[in-house]
């Protein structure tokens, strides 16, 4: 007579515990490959930031020196002490305040025709869309320096050389055709049906828009908006040609005079003034990179 062994059945509500699944070999390999990857491209990335803030801390005697210092053993506030308050060098507090004031004046004013332009095109329909799409497109492939004579020309002809809003002008030309080419592919990923629904549901067009769609192309304003202060922060062509008075600079032309025509250049101070350039581009993106993903999802949730 044989017995057999019956098994329990499982309680209705019990969960069923989920067995691992064993990575294979070459998975785990190729894991290990793509961090080993991320890590020297960060490392090749960061490098040579951490050499110029290091660099900026060093005498200049010890960094022309023949000796390598992989971090300032020896360091010093003299550097950024003569870069801001040295008087034989182009001051540094107005050249500040003019990239200051024509980084606040391209953001601002790229960032809001560009909305409203990727706006009409990609929400409303007209004859000539296509049209001026390609003219984006064309502006794009036409390099900014190719027409600096003729850009010139146009400023000094409306007596706007070494004036902020000059330059403010030509850096609002410049950004505007990739705003709206960038912006208009965050207007397209919204769908139009979400308006609609909040039109249902009692809200006015006005009202489907800023409470809806609005929050869904923060992360798109706020990218615009990163691309636009990069390039009017550091931009140095434009700036040297029509803002070359001491008075009237910006920051990548009064990093310039740290250059001596007969050799002697002050490394320890350039670097140091290359740092405090950078400072803002980096305090600026901190602000603005939580806004970046807060957006994604705060006007698809009805409240």
Do not use: C
Not at 154 to 180: E, Q
Not at 182 to 188: A, Y
């Amino acid at each position: 007579m044989t017995t057999a062994t019956l098994t329990p059945p499982s309680a209705p509500g019990a969960a069923s515990v989920p067995t691992r699944r064993r990575k294979s070999p070459r998975r785990r390999i190729g894991g290990i490959l793509a961090g080993v990857a991320a890590i020297v491209v960060f490392v090749a990335s960061a490098f040579p930031v951490y050499w110029m803030v290091n660099t900026s801390f060093q005498p200049n005697a010890q960094v022309r020196g023949s000796e390598l210092h992989l971090w300032p053993d020896n360091a010093t506030l003299d550097n950024y002490i003569n870069v801001i308050f040295n008087a034989e060098r182009a001051p540094f507090l107005p050249a500040l305040a003019n990239s200051v004031v024509i980084t606040i004046i391209t953001v601002a004013v790229a960032v809001v025709f560009a909305f409203l332009a990727a706006l009409a095109v990609t929400r409303f329909r007209f004859r000539s869309s296509a049209a001026f799409i390609i003219a984006i497109l064309i502006i794009q492939m036409i390099p900014a320096e190719a027409m600096i004579i003729s850009i010139f020309r146009l400023i000094d002809g409306w007596n706007l050389l070494n004036s902020v809003v000059g330059l403010s002008a030509v850096y609002i030309a410049t950004v505007l055709p990739f705003t709206i080419w960038t912006l208009r592919g965050f207007i397209n990923g919204v769908p139009a049906e979400l308006e609609e629904a909040a039109m249902i549901d009692g809200l006015s067009r006005s009202q489907a828009f800023w409470r809806i769609t609005f929050p869904l192309l923060m992360p798109g304003l706020v990218a615009t908006g990163i691309f636009g202060f990069i390039q009017a922060w550091n931009e140095f062509v434009f700036a040297l040609v029509l803002n070359p008075r001491p008075e009237a600079m910006t920051l990548p032309v009064w990093l310039r005079t740290f250059l001596d025509p007969n050799g002697g250049i002050n490394w320890a101070e350039l670097m140091a003034g290359s740092t405090i350039v950078a400072i803002p581009v980096v305090v600026f993106f901190l602000f603005v990179q939580s806004r970046m993903t807060s957006g994604l999802v705060a006007g698809a949730v009805k409240g």
